[in-house]
């Protein structure tokens, strides 16, 4: 099975900070990597397909990038509402796997 | 516009069974897979499996064999996840979540999911 790692498992950040979250893959997923975003007590929300294609609705402040077994969420410039936990999803194999997640919390 | 609309909350004695709906609209029930996904409290997503909404034919991950049944009534445009011999380690929220057009895993719309407590 692969297994997704992401780092960190959590960080402080700033509004208006520039913020890089990293998912690591066991090997190799070409590109079928998925971000989704969190928030307590809510349902996730998808963000992010084929590691770098924004899912309709989503703004273009959050990006990603990676191919392989290494891919990178990044938000240009944080906003109140992206307080959140980020989970990276593979779809390359089977079965799909979860990374453990990343809580983006306010300094 | 997609909506997966899920059951309310549970809570049951350990031994007992529970029975989780998820109504899908806003799409063609068939034409896409249906995932489930656990959480237990502060924890991850774990995906449970997947079941074929054009066949009906189900799929458990490692760990979800046996007192998990994934079902579908087509005729409502309804997924069911059915829990037997309940544990306190079930104690979760479970949501259905429908896949993307060729991919089964991958979820594209999410229900608001569904908190399973057992305790006794």
């Known amino acids: 099975d692969i297994q997704m790692t992401q780092s960190p498992s959590s960080l402080s950040a700033s509004v208006g900070d520039r913020v890089t979250i990293t998912c690591r893959a066991s090997q190799g997923i070409s590109n079928y990597l998925a971000w989704f975003q969190q928030k307590p007590g809510k349902a996730p929300k998808s963000l992010i397909y084929?590691?770098?294609s924004l899912q309709s609705g989503v703004p273009s402040k959050f990006s990603g990038s990676g191919s392989g077994t290494d891919f990178t969420l990044t938000i240009s410039s944080l906003q109140p509402e992206d307080f959140a936990t980020y989970y990276c999803?593979?779809?390359?194999?089977?079965?799909?796997?979860f990374g453990q997640g990343t809580k983006v919390e306010i300094k | 516009q997609v909506q997966l609309v899920q059951s309310g909350s549970e809570l049951k004695k350990p031994g007992a069974s529970v029975k989780v709906s998820c109504k899908a609209s806003g799409y063609t029930f068939t034409t896409y897979a249906m995932n489930w996904v656990r959480q237990a409290p502060g924890q991850g997503l774990e995906w449970m499996g997947w079941?074929?909404?054009?066949?009906?034919?189900?799929t458990y991950a490692q760990g979800f064999t046996g007192r998990f049944v994934f079902s579908l009534d087509t005729s409502v445009s309804t997924a069911y996840l059915q829990i037997s011999s309940l544990k306190a380690e079930d104690t979760a929220v479970y949501y259905c979540a429908r896949g993307s057009g060729g991919y089964y895993s991958l979820p594209s719309a999410w229900g608001q999911g569904t908190l399973v407590t057992v305790s006794s």
């Open positions: 084929a590691a770098s």
């Open positions: 999803q593979q779809y390359n194999s089977y079965p799909p796997a």
């Open positions: 079941i074929n909404t054009n066949t009906g034919n189900p």
